[in-house]
């Protein structure tokens, strides 16, 4: 399954937004991670293909993932950003497994999300 993501751009601290993940093929299980300058990606929310969501804490009550399977699109909301945000953003369609999610080899291009005064 290939991936494409896009919607970053440079935001004020507090500020909003959203980003989108259109998969090819059928709806798979969906993850949004992030990868700060010199940090492992990090898996931040996932999404089922039936809507069952699951957030890491630090993005509780800020993002939130959802889906459109007829436009075979995840999105990303990310309210009251922080500077700590700041990272490139990926999708990926791998496998929610219980509480593990199990990403796939394909990754996309990601997007960038810049938190700056």
């Known amino acids: 399954v290939q991936v494409v993501e896009s919607g970053g751009g440079l935001v004020q601290p507090g500020g909003s937004l959203r980003l989108s993940c259109v998969a090819s093929?059928?709806?798979?299980?969906i993850g949004w991670y992030r990868q700060a300058p010199g940090e492992q990606r990090e898996l931040i929310a996932t999404i089922t293909r039936d809507g069952t969501t699951d957030y890491k804490g630090f993005v509780k009550g800020r993002f939130t993932i959802s889906r459109d399977n007829a436009k075979n699109t995840v999105y990303l909301q990310m309210n009251n950003l922080k500077y700590e945000d700041t990272a490139v953003y990926y999708c990926?369609?791998?496998?929610?497994?219980?509480?593990?999610?199990?990403?796939?080899?394909?990754w996309g291009q990601g997007t960038q999300v810049t938190v700056s005064s």
């Open positions: 990926n369609a791998g496998t929610k497994k219980g509480v593990y999610y199990y990403p796939s080899k394909d």
């Open positions: 093929g059928a709806p798979a299980d």
